[in-house]
């Protein structure tokens, strides 16, 4: 009989773990990823540095590359300076910035990607999706998956906090963006990836659910392998659907309107996920997933980052605008300025200030 199945896109190797740097320059050679040792690795300016005077001694034929920022020149000037290298495969070796940029200069060398973050800030580290800042704002850019990824929880750790609470928010937002999913197979008929859906939903079930807080390496296991999942779920269903939903929208909108003050990418979207629950009727649901946000530093109410109710009620409002063809719980609703008023007033009730 046949074998019907399909091939998923993801990672040769995950490794998540203390201490799983030091291994890396194995990791290359056991999973023969780089045979020659022939490596281009992207790094930052600032913490960049240090890791690479560590990494040096294990990976003696690695060219490096400090990374400015994460715009789409820079990604297009490092995959310039790497044509000529002669490389077996690229590691980004720092955030998510430095990880794009690799990711996008990787695929346009026609290299494969080891990424070794250096925070969680968003689940990115592991999606086949490169944002990049360009002249028009910010663009998404269509990327392999990274063929290995490695996770040091000790550098994690070291990382600032808020990075570690933004990945926080970004996986619980997975939620919500199934939950919206749902709705557009069941209002538009949609197709559903069922698989998927699954991960990504498990994967945001598993770190909401968790009892445990940031400086617990348990805790952050289940919040790495989180956003890896997150990332194979995109793979797996060809777009960013499994992870996107109101809450990005919501995100996306505060980006767009307010570019000089927006927050972090994943305290945005905890924050829309949280009201896009309370929007759906999920009122308890909303309310617990408010609670773990906040028992993680996270905010739930738009004054926490520095933004007005009514510039919220605005964001809400533009939210729809920000992926056209999308449908979600703001475009199912379509509610007007007062409508989200009303909404907002008995969320923050619901929440509690």
Not at 232 to 242: F, H, L, W, Y
Request: aromatic content about 6%; overall charge negative.
């Amino acid at each position: 009989m046949p074998v019907l199945t399909r091939l998923i896109p993801s990672p040769l190797v995950v490794d998540i773990r203390p201490g799983a740097l030091d291994s890396l320059g194995g990791v290359l050679a056991d999973e023969r990823i780089s045979q020659s040792g022939r490596l281009a690795v992207a790094v930052s300016g600032g913490s960049g540095a240090g890791l690479r005077e560590r990494l040096s001694p294990s990976l003696p034929g690695a060219t490096w590359y400090e990374v400015g920022g994460g715009t789409l020149d820079d990604a297009v000037r490092l995959a310039g300076a790497m044509k000529a290298g002669h490389y077996d495969a690229v590691v980004g070796l720092g955030g998510g910035k430095i990880i794009d940029c690799a990711k996008f200069a990787a695929a346009r060398v026609g290299l494969p990607l080891v990424a070794v973050p250096t925070n969680l800030a968003h689940d990115g580290l592991c999606s086949p999706v490169a944002t990049l800042d360009n002249d028009a704002g910010r663009g998404s850019y269509g990327v392999p998956n990274p063929i290995a990824v490695v996770i040091d929880l000790d550098i994690i750790r070291d990382a600032p906090v808020r990075y570690v609470r933004a990945g926080i928010g970004d996986a619980v937002s997975n939620v919500s963006a199934v939950a919206d999913w749902e709705l557009a197979g069941q209002v538009k008929g949609e197709r559903i990836d069922g698989l998927a859906a699954a991960m990504a939903r498990q994967a945001g079930e598993s770190v909401l659910r968790h009892p445990g807080g940031i400086g617990d390496n348990d805790f952050l296991q289940v919040l790495a392998e989180a956003l890896v999942l997150s990332g194979i779920a995109m793979s797996v269903s060809g777009d960013s659907r499994p992870s996107s939903g109101a809450c990005h929208e919501i995100n996306h909108a505060f980006d767009l309107l307010f570019p000089t003050r927006a927050a972090a990418h994943g305290e945005q979207c905890g924050l829309g996920a949280a009201f896009a629950m309370y929007l759906r009727g999920a009122h308890e649901e909303s309310v617990y997933m408010a609670e773990v946000l906040r028992r993680h530093g996270l905010p739930v109410l738009p004054q926490e980052i520095g933004f007005t109710t009514e510039e919220f009620i605005r964001a809400v409002e533009f939210a729809p605008e920000t992926r056209p063809g999308r449908y979600t719980i703001l475009e199912h609703l379509d509610l007007k300025t007062e409508q989200i008023k009303d909404v907002y007033a008995d969320y923050v009730k619901a929440i509690g200030s």
